[in-house]
Protein backbone atom coordinates (compact mmCIF):
# COMPACT_ATOMS: atom_id res chain seq x y z
CA UNK A 1 0.00 0.00 0.00
CA UNK A 2 1.75 3.23 -1.13
CA UNK A 3 2.43 5.69 2.00
CA UNK A 4 0.17 8.16 0.94
CA UNK A 5 -2.96 5.94 0.95
CA UNK A 6 -1.35 5.38 4.21
CA UNK A 7 -1.61 8.54 5.35
CA UNK A 8 -5.09 9.23 4.39
CA UNK A 9 -6.26 6.09 6.19
CA UNK A 10 -4.43 7.84 9.43
CA UNK A 11 -6.33 11.00 8.98
CA UNK A 12 -9.65 9.00 9.06
CA UNK A 13 -8.16 7.25 12.05
CA UNK A 14 -7.66 10.69 13.62
CA UNK A 15 -11.07 12.12 12.74
CA UNK A 16 -13.23 8.88 14.07
CA UNK A 17 -10.97 9.43 17.08
CA UNK A 18 -12.03 13.17 17.85
CA UNK A 19 -15.70 12.49 16.91
CA UNK A 20 -15.57 9.65 19.96
CA UNK A 21 -13.64 12.10 21.89
CA UNK A 22 -16.06 15.52 21.03
CA UNK A 23 -19.33 12.68 22.20
CA UNK A 24 -17.91 11.19 25.05
CA UNK A 25 -19.38 7.96 26.35
CA UNK A 26 -22.57 9.19 26.79
CA UNK A 27 -24.09 9.64 23.13
CA UNK A 28 -27.07 11.21 22.95
CA UNK A 29 -28.90 12.52 19.62
CA UNK A 30 -30.88 15.32 21.69
CA UNK A 31 -27.32 16.76 23.51
CA UNK A 32 -26.05 16.74 19.48
CA UNK A 33 -29.09 19.09 18.44
CA UNK A 34 -28.74 21.33 20.98
CA UNK A 35 -25.04 21.93 20.85
CA UNK A 36 -23.91 23.44 17.95
CA UNK A 37 -20.42 23.53 17.83
CA UNK A 38 -20.35 20.14 18.70
CA UNK A 39 -22.29 19.48 15.51
CA UNK A 40 -20.42 21.76 13.33
CA UNK A 41 -16.74 19.98 14.60
CA UNK A 42 -18.10 16.37 14.00
CA UNK A 43 -19.49 18.18 10.49
CA UNK A 44 -15.57 18.72 9.86
CA UNK A 45 -14.58 15.57 10.63
CA UNK A 46 -16.99 13.95 8.49
CA UNK A 47 -15.09 16.40 5.85
CA UNK A 48 -11.80 15.29 6.96
CA UNK A 49 -13.33 11.30 6.36
CA UNK A 50 -14.91 12.28 3.10
CA UNK A 51 -11.90 13.90 1.46
CA UNK A 52 -9.54 11.55 2.56
CA UNK A 53 -11.67 8.66 1.37
CA UNK A 54 -12.52 10.28 -2.66
CA UNK A 55 -8.48 10.91 -2.27
CA UNK A 56 -8.09 6.84 -1.25
CA UNK A 57 -10.54 5.97 -3.97
CA UNK A 58 -9.07 8.38 -6.43
CA UNK A 59 -5.05 6.48 -5.73
CA UNK A 60 -6.82 2.77 -5.97
CA UNK A 61 -10.46 2.23 -6.11
CA UNK A 62 -9.81 -1.22 -4.92
CA UNK A 63 -9.42 -0.23 -1.23
CA UNK A 64 -12.25 -1.91 0.08
CA UNK A 65 -14.50 0.22 2.70
CA UNK A 66 -17.71 -0.50 2.79
CA UNK A 67 -19.55 2.59 3.70
CA UNK A 68 -16.81 4.58 1.22
CA UNK A 69 -19.82 6.82 -1.53
CA UNK A 70 -21.87 7.42 0.82
CA UNK A 71 -19.62 9.06 3.13
CA UNK A 72 -17.84 10.85 0.40
CA UNK A 73 -21.59 11.75 -0.63
CA UNK A 74 -22.23 13.07 2.51
CA UNK A 75 -19.19 14.94 2.92
CA UNK A 76 -20.36 17.05 -0.62
CA UNK A 77 -23.60 17.63 1.29
CA UNK A 78 -22.17 19.08 3.91
CA UNK A 79 -19.82 21.19 2.32
CA UNK A 80 -21.79 22.46 -0.39
CA UNK A 81 -25.23 22.13 1.17
CA UNK A 82 -24.80 23.52 4.46
CA UNK A 83 -28.02 24.80 4.69
CA UNK A 84 -29.11 21.33 3.91
CA UNK A 85 -27.75 19.32 6.35
CA UNK A 86 -29.88 16.66 8.03
CA UNK A 87 -28.56 15.74 11.30
CA UNK A 88 -30.49 12.83 11.69
CA UNK A 89 -28.59 11.60 8.59
CA UNK A 90 -25.55 12.63 10.27
CA UNK A 91 -26.62 11.04 14.05
CA UNK A 92 -26.98 7.99 11.98
CA UNK A 93 -23.73 8.08 10.26
CA UNK A 94 -22.32 8.10 13.93
CA UNK A 95 -24.21 5.55 15.25
CA UNK A 96 -24.12 3.12 12.33
CA UNK A 97 -21.22 3.62 9.99
CA UNK A 98 -18.40 5.23 12.22
CA UNK A 99 -17.89 2.04 14.03
CA UNK A 100 -17.67 -0.29 11.12
CA UNK A 101 -15.27 2.30 9.13
CA UNK A 102 -12.98 2.48 12.55
CA UNK A 103 -12.56 -1.41 12.13
CA UNK A 104 -11.93 -1.06 8.01
CA UNK A 105 -9.18 1.64 8.90
CA UNK A 106 -7.38 0.03 11.71
CA UNK A 107 -7.30 -3.77 9.26
CA UNK A 108 -5.99 -1.24 6.67
CA UNK A 109 -3.28 0.15 8.89
CA UNK A 110 -2.08 -3.17 10.43
Known amino acids: MEIEIKKFLFDIHESITSIENYLGDKRDFNVYLADK ?22 LDSTINISSKKQIISMRNRVIHGYDKIDNEIIWGTIVRHLPVLKIEVNNLLK
Do not use: P, S
Open 37 to 58: MLRRAIEREFEIIGEALNRIDK
